[in-house]
């Protein structure tokens, strides 16, 4: 790792992935030194061309989201990066592509995003988190990731999507494989198998839903499906490759993400009595701030990456220069951290105003396009089960999986 300001070098060392396995605590007192440094620490072996700026401040963060001309994206966002092959083989999704097919490939994808849209799908959300509650009440699962937050996400982009019902829990499992390998350290021995059956899973989720595609294709329905393949968005409509990688990145995106999210809030409303009681004494009114404080607090997606088309000076002339072809690394945990922008950063408060966080992006051309959608399932659930179970809690920690890409939940017990 490398300093240009002539500080001692920080203890932590982001590219270990043993860094990711350190208690959440040490973690943020790690960002938090690094926060204080005038400049973004390097991370990794110049050297051998590998590694990346961390960018860890809100300011940095906001800048490299909304500069896409000189941070790009099609190089890649995670880290380690996806092998080239594997991008020809199973086409690009559009987190990893830049303008103009960046541009032209959202403005298809987000007529499935319209308000108008996103109301009839509340309906759905509604039935769904109704449901998920009613077996809760009969069946008493011990895991609310399982039997709860995995479900609400995934059967709702799956209604979305018109996927029909049958072949849902196989695809559910599917999922499960193909994103388990995402920045998560592995014993070399698992680390050579688990990409080929993540593939494996990728390919045959594809393939499957390429083939309703064409029956969509033939006969059009209400759905999301049908709506991509009869698309003529500057005379173009999604190729069968294009929307099988568009719906893997919904589903690794949107259910992921969402669930982490859920699993987080109910720990983090069990682990704060006190906020809990300001939400049940005015569950409609608090649920908006509620959702948002848990999205910031628990930051499901750490970090994604860019890299430098030209060379950079970061917050202006005379800033830090980050040089053409170099990465960096977007730490938006970090920068929903930012002091200088959240006053007691670390304290879990439903009712801060105003809440710029980060954990949909940092605005620009990429932010998350499901985050009107991720905030509505989360408040109908939220709403759901604190209305019907007011007791209801987790019950000793989360088993979060170490990861440098998202705040992965495996299981959380759960009680009411
Ligand atoms: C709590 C839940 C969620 C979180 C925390 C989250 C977070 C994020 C973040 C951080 C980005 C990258 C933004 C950037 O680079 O500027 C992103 C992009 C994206 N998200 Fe989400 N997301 C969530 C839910 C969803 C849902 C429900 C969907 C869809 C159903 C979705 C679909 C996407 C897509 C398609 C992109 C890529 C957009 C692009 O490259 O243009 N996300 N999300």
């Known amino acids: 790792m490398e300093t240009s300001t002539g500080l001692a070098a920080p203890a932590a060392d982001l590219a270990d992935p043993r860094f990711w396995q350190l208690p959440a605590p040490a973690r943020a007192a790690a960002f938090a030194e690094?926060?204080?440094?005038?400049?973004?620490?390097?991370?990794?072996?110049?050297?051998?061309?590998?590694?990346?700026?961390?960018?860890?401040?809100?300011?940095?963060?906001?800048?490299?989201?909304?500069?896409?001309?000189?941070?790009?994206?099609?190089?890649?966002?995670?880290?380690?990066?996806?092998?080239?092959?594997?991008?020809?083989?199973?086409?690009?999704?559009?987190?990893?592509?830049?303008?103009?097919?960046?541009?032209?490939?959202?403005?298809?994808?987000?007529?499935?995003?319209?308000?108008?849209?996103?109301?009839?799908?509340?309906?759905?959300?509604?039935?769904?988190?109704?449901?998920?509650?009613?077996?809760?009440?009969?069946?008493?699962?011990?895991?609310?990731?399982?039997?709860?937050?995995?479900?609400?996400?995934?059967?709702?982009?799956?209604?979305?999507?018109?996927i029909p019902e049958h072949p849902r829990r196989m695809i559910l499992d599917q999922v499960n494989h193909a994103s388990e390998n995402i920045g998560v350290a592995r014993p070399l021995r698992r680390r050579i198998r688990m990409p080929g059956r993540g593939l494996l899973a990728l390919a045959r989720m594809q393939g499957m839903v390429a083939s309703i595609g064409r029956e969509r294709r033939r006969r059009p329905t209400e759905d999301l499906i049908s709506a991509l393949v009869t698309a003529d968005v500057d005379g173009r409509r999604l190729t069968g490759r294009e929307l099988g990688a568009f719906f893997s990145l919904l589903l690794v995106a949107g259910v992921e993400t969402t669930r982490n999210a859920l699993a987080h809030g109910l720990h983090l409303l069990t682990a704060h009595p006190e906020q809990r009681a300001l939400l049940l004494a005015d569950l409609d009114g608090g649920l908006g701030g509620a959702v948002d404080e848990i999205i910031r607090h628990a930051t499901p997606i750490i970090h994604f990456r860019r890299t430098l088309a030209v060379d950079h000076e970061l917050g202006g002339l005379g800033g830090p220069l980050l040089r053409a072809g170099e990465k960096v690394a977007l730490f938006f945990g970090s920068a929903n951290?930012?002091?200088?922008?959240?006053?007691?950063?670390?304290?879990?408060?439903?009712?801060?105003?105003?809440?710029?966080?980060?954990?949909?992006?940092?605005?620009?051309?990429?932010?998350?396009?499901?985050?009107?959608?991720?905030?509505?399932?989360?408040?109908?659930?939220?709403?759901?089960?604190?209305?019907?179970l007011p007791e209801v809690r987790s019950v000793g920690e989360p088993d979060i999986v170490p990861s440098n890409f998202d705040h992965r939940v495996r299981s959380l017990r759960f009680t009411f």
Not at 74 to 93: A, Q, Y
Not at 118 to 132: C, F, K, Y
Not at 347 to 359: E, K, Q, S, V, Y
């Open 34 to 162: 690094l926060r204080r440094r005038p400049a973004p620490v390097f991370f990794g072996d110049p050297a051998a061309g590998r590694g990346f700026h961390a960018l860890v401040r809100h300011a940095d963060v906001v800048e490299a989201s909304r500069t896409p001309a000189v941070f790009l994206s099609g190089p890649g966002v995670t880290t380690p990066e996806p092998p080239r092959w594997v991008r020809l083989v199973f086409g690009d999704s559009m987190v990893n592509l830049d303008d103009p097919r960046h541009a032209q490939l959202r403005r298809i994808v987000s007529r499935a995003f319209t308000p108008r849209l996103l109301g009839q799908v509340e309906e759905d959300i509604r039935r769904v988190a109704t449901r998920l509650v009613d077996d809760v009440e009969r069946r008493r699962p011990e895991d609310f990731v399982t039997s709860v937050a995995a479900e609400l996400p995934f059967q709702v982009i799956c209604t979305m999507m018109g």
């Open 337 to 388: 951290r930012d002091e200088t922008v959240f006053p007691d950063p670390d304290a879990f408060d439903i009712t801060r105003t105003p809440n710029p966080h980060l954990g949909f992006g940092g605005g620009g051309p990429h932010y998350c396009i499901g985050a009107h959608l991720a905030r509505q399932e989360m408040k109908v659930l939220f709403r759901e089960l604190f209305a019907r």
